[in-house]
C-alpha cells in the first residue's frame, strides 16, 4: 500500500499506475505515473467488514434458525436451524428440504414453499415437524420465509422456530 502525505501533513492511501512513454522508435524515454485517492474505498469496505461481522455475529447467536433454500435445496442455514434436527450445518447445506420434514407433514410444507416461489409470504404455521437426524420427529416448528433475490437467482429464505417445548408444555397443562 502507498500512503501519500499531502501538504497539510494528512496521510492519503493511493493506488499507482506507471505507464512508459517511448519514442517513434520504441525506446522508452520517460514514464507517467498517477496516484489515484482511494481513501472512500477503503473507508467503504471497511464499513461493509463491519457490517458483514455484525450480521454474521447475529446469525451465528440467533435462537431461530435461518436458512436460504435454492431450487428446494438448502444453500445457506445458521447453527440454530441445523440443531433443531440434530444436525450441524455441514451435515445440512446442500440436503434436500424435504429430507428434513415429517411425513405428515410434507405435503403441507411443499404446498407452502410453492406458493413462495410465485412470491407469496409463508405465514407462520404451528405443528411443522422437524425430521430429525435419528429420523425420527425431533421438534415441532414454525416457520416464516419469503422469495428474495441473491447472487443473481430468486430463493427462498426465512426463519425456523422450535416450539417444541411450548407445545409440550401445552400438554401437560392440559392433563
Known amino acids: 500500500q502507498i500512503v501519500l502525505v499531502d501538504k497539510y501533513g494528512t496521510k492519503v492511501p493511493v493506488e499507482d499506475k506507471c505507464n512508459p512513454i517511448k519514442d517513434n522508435h520504441g525506446n522508452i524515454i520517460g514514464s507517467v505515473l498517477v496516484f489515484h485517492d482511494i481513501f472512500e474505498r477503503r473507508q467503504a469496505?471497511?464499513?461493509l467488514r463491519e457490517s458483514e461481522e455484525k450480521y454474521r455475529l447475529l446469525f451465528e447467536n440467533l435462537?431461530?434458525?435461518i436458512f436460504i433454500i435454492q431450487d428446494g435445496r438448502i444453500?445457506?442455514?445458521?447453527?440454530?436451524?441445523?440443531?433443531?434436527?440434530?444436525?450441524?450445518?455441514?451435515?445440512?447445506?446442500?440436503?434436500?428440504?424435504?429430507e428434513f420434514v415429517s411425513p405428515?407433514?410434507?405435503e403441507l410444507v411443499i404446498?407452502?414453499?410453492?406458493?413462495?416461489?410465485?412470491?407469496?409470504?409463508?405465514p407462520?404455521?404451528?405443528?411443522?415437524?422437524?425430521m430429525?437426524?435419528?429420523?425420527k420427529t425431533n421438534a415441532t416448528a414454525n416457520i416464516t420465509a419469503g422469495l428474495i433475490t441473491y447472487g443473481g437467482r430468486e430463493v427462498i429464505m426465512g426463519t425456523l422456530r422450535d416450539i417444541s417445548w411450548g407445545k409440550n408444555n401445552d400438554k401437560s397443562k392440559s392433563r
Open 45 to 47: 469496505e471497511k464499513e
Open 63 to 65: 435462537q431461530d434458525g
Open 75 to 98: 444453500h445457506f442455514c445458521n447453527e440454530a436451524f441445523a440443531r433443531i434436527g440434530g444436525y450441524t450445518t455441514n451435515e445440512v447445506i446442500g440436503k434436500d428440504v424435504r
Open 104 to 106: 405428515e407433514d410434507l
Open 111 to 122: 404446498n407452502s414453499f410453492g406458493r413462495c416461489q410465485t412470491g407469496k409470504h409463508i
Open 124 to 130: 407462520m404455521m404451528s405443528d411443522f415437524h422437524i
Open 132 to 135: 430429525g437426524k435419528n429420523k
